[in-house]
T-cell receptor
Framework: GDSVTQMEGPVTLSEEAFLTINCTYT??????LFWYVQYPGEGLQLLLK?????DKGSNKGFEATYRKETTSFHLEKGSVQVSDSAVYFC???????????FGSGTQLTVLP | NAGVTQTPKFQVLKTGQSMTLQCAQD?????MYWYRQDPGMGLRLIYY???????DKGEVPNGYNVSRLNKREFSLRLESAAPSQTSVYFC????????????FGPGTRLTVL
């Protein structure tokens, strides 16, 4: 079945550091790929998405590129802020109802 | 426009008790979903409803039932709660379509003693 493997956390960075969170996937067909973010005590929010190979999703300074050859969708940000502290989930969407399959999540803490 | 709302926010049950988690969305979405979130395991799909009048099992349906009451509401029922059902439950909705994002509610934190 479909699966998503995420870099294990937690990840702790200083403000303005470069961020990479690795994500690889296994899926039949051609999935859409997503990064969701969960701030403390809240539900998940879509951060960015990519729907076909070589697409780059971007939002709020975060980027991820859909790499079909390496089945990866790594999340990057050039300069993190304290406000980026959250849990980040990589996910893929397949099936007729487009249900999501999530990775285990990566806790990011950014220190001032 | 409240988005996706869930009630209750918190609940403590004893083993064997039953309860229903409520979810409603005001975005006129066709599809709705129930997930559970456990530490280190991400979110796992319990049940989903691709459209009004239909429901299907997800990855972890055992011990749960759902009702798609109308287009807005999708409830999750635990008939006989077990400690293994201690979790945070999220409801989500989306418009049907290949690339449409899911919108999540704030979650219900359930503890079964």
């Amino acid at each position: 079945g479909d699966s998503v493997t995420q870099m294990e956390g937690p990840v702790t960075l200083s403000e303005e550091a470069f961020l990479t969170i690795n994500c690889t996937y296994t899926a039949t067909g051609y999935p859409s790929l997503f990064w969701y973010v969960q701030y403390p005590g809240e539900g998940l929010q879509l951060l960015l998405k990519a729907t076909k190979a070589d697409d780059k999703g971007s939002n709020k300074g975060f980027e991820a590129t859909y790499r079909k050859e390496t089945t990866s969708f790594h999340l990057e940000k050039g300069s993190v802020q304290v406000s980026d502290s959250a849990v980040y989930f990589c996910a893929l969407s397949t099936g007729s109802a487009r249900q999501l399959t999530f990775g285990s999540g990566t806790q990011l803490t950014v220190l001032p | 426009n409240a988005g996706v709302t869930q009630t209750p926010k918190f609940q403590v049950l004893k083993t064997g008790q039953s309860m229903t988690l409520q979810c409603a969305q005001d975005m006129n979405h066709n599809s709705m979903y129930w997930y559970r979130q456990d530490p280190g395991m991400g979110l796992r799909l319990i049940y989903y409803s691709a459209s009004e009048g239909t429901t299907d099992k997800g990855e972890v349906p055992n011990g749960y039932n759902v009702s798609r009451l109308n287009k807005r509401e999708f409830s999750l029922r635990l008939e006989s709660a077990a400690p293994s059902q201690t979790s945070v439950y999220f409801c989500a909705s989306s418009e049907q379509g290949l690339y449409n994002e899911q919108f999540f509610g704030p979650g219900t934190r359930l503890t079964v003693l």
